[in-house]
């Protein structure tokens, strides 16, 4: 019943198309139009992709800390490492340099050598005053001298933060305000001001400028996304072109399949836009995998188009037999792939729900305007001329194919001892697999701003913030001599571990009191004794400069503190280690009675997301072969099959864990991709394969081996162009500079060949060895839909 209403629906749907071709046309116009408006509405990101649940406790305890301290991702530093900084000129004009960007709206604060203030003790007044290292400007290598023998040698407050003692770096620290960090008004600080401004510095003073720090990461780093977006796109209708030329031999055929993918892009964008969602790291890769998508829809419908008119020369007979005959298998293979990109819209992940949402949707788009458009425009034009029929003699592949089917008559007890081979050494490499939750593995190694980092990495050990917030319970709790005495021991422990830098927090300024207290002996440099505390508190209390200081680091009611250090771009199990060390030592001096202590900060942020998202993987890809399995179930209406099929699936994803764990491949928000969609893309050659099989075991009174090599000759030429195609297609994001995107675009592409290799190989094999079991009448009934409807003359290509 199930299967007369589909014959019929694919009929009715042919008359439709074919009769209001005018309306179709009119319609996909407006459509594209409408969406081309919403372009206007796409976010470019201004923030590290938050993996995590808003709910997530991770991002429950790093909410909070913002709520009491304010963002903490909003300095960028600038810094010089050269002998030649320290002369009368070149110091000068870096002190302007860095007051030039004080007048701007978007900075909050500068602090450079020249803000640098010595606390100082006024005995008559009992107070602490500020006196800066330099007065006005430098005026003499006298001078210079003295200035340099201060910084190095006798304020260790200061070390680490805006010089380096041992090396003689120095770096200007810029405070962006906090409201203006995740909007576009960062940008246009950066790229029109900062940028042009060090440039023309370095130009006079021939000094090397580095720039780092989170808010000047994350604009160039999204400002490569944007810029890739145009390259992926433009490469893959590049490439997929190439190809499809290559088997076509015409112009006009290709120009029609990228007048469609390019107007499946354009839908895509008004998704995004629609939906109001921010263009990533994840969906930048969208618009370019609808055309690697696309294309092999535009092959079949094409190509099955080119068959029928040269079969019987009945222009309107063959359209109609593109639509009835390929639009379901189309249908279901389209369905199977966007199932897997949808899976993501299950997990609790925004970034993988926004990302699942605007695939699936945009495949099933991809899917109306192929069936809609190709025969309409073929409805238009004249008839193909024969040389661009000659392919469709497929002679040069035919040497492939009867290799393949010697190999599946002769060599079936290789295949199964290869594929076992191949299952057990994955297995082995799937254990090497790491994870990493590193926010910059995946950033373009060969820009400026990347080397930048790893110079700030050696010079100060890092930018990218942990932090450490400590709640005493009570007001003023922090400024107490045993929570001080506390925090320090921790600090000790932060100075020891060589992937984090010297903390900073209110113990280094209580510290720096001390030493004031004495005269500026950097012997003093340390917590005061219970005695002290007294006589240097009430120095505190007078000195208004003091409390300025003090709201850095400990919030307004005094219950508060933070300790804020950076970290060098280290492994997961590095940063897990380290967590696990702070951990114990914050047990053992923290009472938990007394004190709640929570470590957050993005890089923590993005790890802890990292693995959670690793469980995401697991979720996703068994809700994948779930949906499919049932898809299969209903096109096939037989269990043991639905194993079968599975089979050759599931080994080419296990072969590339295994490759990734031999290869040192991560698992990462970028590369975590590749299973779902290479799962759900290659599950649609089984169903090719096994319903041009389930039609020759019909038209051959159920002999099995005939079937099967029936089938592996008419499908082998379809699964070769088609994996071709995506084989090609997704090695365009291998042209990226972004390293995940690399990895997503050759793992995805190794799997396809694999996945294509497994079902003309592994799967004819397995169906001769289990034929009794299940190549029967009983076993594999009629199915709900006929896949491949049967030609009323006699004609069975798919392809």
């Known amino acids: 019943m199930f299967k007369l209403f589909t014959t019929n629906f694919w009929s009715v749907t042919a008359r439709l198309i074919l009769r209001n071709k005018i309306a179709i046309l009119v319609g996909i116009l407006i459509i594209t139009v409408l969406f081309s408006t919403q372009w206007k509405h796409m976010r470019f990101t201004y923030t590290e992709a938050n993996l995590l649940p808003d709910e997530h406790p991770i991002n429950l305890t790093y909410d909070n800390f913002l709520k009491t301290f304010g963002e903490e991702g909003n300095l960028i530093v600038i810094g010089v490492k050269d002998s030649t900084l320290f002369s009368v000129e070149k110091l000068n004009a870096w002190n302007a340099l860095s007051d030039s960007f004080k007048t701007y709206d978007a900075v909050e604060s500068v602090i450079s050598i020249k803000d640098l203030q010595k606390l100082v003790k006024d005995t008559l007044n009992e107070k602490f005053i500020l006196s800066p290292f330099i007065k006005d400007s430098i005026s003499s290598s006298k001078q210079i001298e003295i200035l340099e023998d201060e910084l190095f040698n006798k304020y260790p407050f200061y070390d680490n933060f805006l010089f380096n003692n041992k090396t003689k770096t120095v770096r200007t620290a810029i405070y962006l305000k906090k409201d203006i960090v995740n909007t576009s008004a960062r940008k246009d600080f950066i790229v029109n001001v900062l940028l042009p401004k060090t440039e023309t510095f370095e130009n006079a003073t021939k000094l090397d400028v580095r720039i780092s720090g ?51 892009v354009m839908w895509t964008l008004g998704i995004i836009g629609l939906l109001n969602y921010e263009i990533t790291v994840l969906t930048a890769l969208i618009p370019p995998l609808i055309i690697v998508i696309g294309i092999p829809n535009c092959i079949f419908l094409i190509n099955k188009y080119q068959h029928e008119v040269k079969l019987h020369g009945n222009k309107v007979k063959s359209l109609q037999r593109v639509i009835t005959k390929i639009g379901n298998a189309t249908l279901m293979t389209n369905l199977t792939t966007a199932s897997g990109f949808a899976t993501f819209i299950l997990t609790e992940s925004k970034l993988l729900k926004e990302f699942g949402v605007v695939a699936s949707l945009s495949i099933v788009g991809i899917f109306l305007l192929c069936l809609l458009i190709i025969p309409i425009i073929y409805s238009f034009l004249p008839y193909p001329k024969d040389r661009h029929l000659e392919h469709l003699n497929k002679r040069w592949i035919g040497g492939f194919v009867n290799w393949i089917e010697q190999m599946v008559k002769h060599r079936r007890i290789a295949i199964y001892a290869t594929s076992v081979i191949l299952l057990i050494a994955s297995i082995i490499g799937i254990y090497k697999i790491k994870i990493s939750g590193s926010l910059i593995e995946d950033m373009p190694k060969k820009t400026e701003f990347f080397e930048d980092i790893r110079f700030f990495e050696r010079e100060f050990n890092g930018i990218m913030p942990l932090e450490i917030m400590v709640d005493t319970k009570q007001k003023q709790g922090v400024m107490k001599l045993p929570s001080l005495k506390r925090m320090n021991e921790l600090e000790e422990l932060i100075i020891e571990i060589p992937e984090l830098s010297k903390p900073i927090s209110v113990v280094g300024l209580v510290k720096y009191s001390k030493q004031a207290y004495y005269n500026g002996n950097p012997l003093y440099y340390q917590l005061p004794t219970s005695q002290e505390n007294n006589f240097i508190l009430s120095y505190a209390k007078n000195s208004t400069s003091n409390i300025n200081l003090i709201n850095n680091f400990v919030d307004s009611t005094g219950q508060y503190a933070r300790i804020t250090t950076f970290m060098k771009d280290i492994g997961t199990d590095k940063m897990e280690r380290i967590e696990e060390d702070l951990q114990i030592k914050i047990d053992k001096v923290f009472p938990k009675d007394r004190y709640t202590v929570t470590m957050t900060g993005k890089a923590l942020v993005f790890q802890k997301g990292t693995k959670y998202l690793v469980k995401n993987l697991v979720i996703s890809l068994s809700l994948a072969i779930l949906l499919i399995s049932l898809f299969m179930a209903f096109m096939f209406r037989s269990f043991r099959m639905i194993v079968v099929s599975l089979i050759p699936n599931l080994l080419p994803l296990l072969i590339t864990a295994g490759l990734m764990g031999y290869l040192g491949v991560p698992i990462k928000p970028s590369t975590i991709l590749v299973f779902s969609i290479a799962f759900g893309i290659s599950v649609d050659d089984t169903i090719h394969f096994l319903a041009k099989y389930r039609q020759e075991l019909q038209a051959n009174n159920w002999k099995i081996k005939t079937s099967v090599y029936g089938a592996l000759r008419e499908t082998g030429v379809s699964m070769f162009y088609t994996s071709i195609v995506l084989f090609f297609g997704f090695s365009v994001f291998t042209i990226s500079s972004f390293g995940g995107t690399v990895a997503l675009g050759a793992l995805v592409s190794a799997t396809l060949l694999f996945a294509m290799l497994s079902n003309l190989v592994l799967l004819p094999s397995l169906l001769l060895s289990l034929e009794r079991s299940i190549a029967n009448k009983e076993v594999l009934r009629e199915p709900a839909i006929n896949i491949i409807p049967e030609d009323d003359d006699g004609d069975n290509s798919i392809f």
């Open 214 to 264: 989170m808010p000047y990461i994350r604009t160039l780093n999204a400002q490569n996304i944007v810029d890739e977006i145009g390259l992926f796109i433009i490469a893959a209708l590049l490439v997929t072109s190439l190809i499809f030329f290559f088997f076509f031999r015409s112009l006009r055929a290709t120009f029609i399949s990228l007048i469609v993918v390019c107007i499946g």
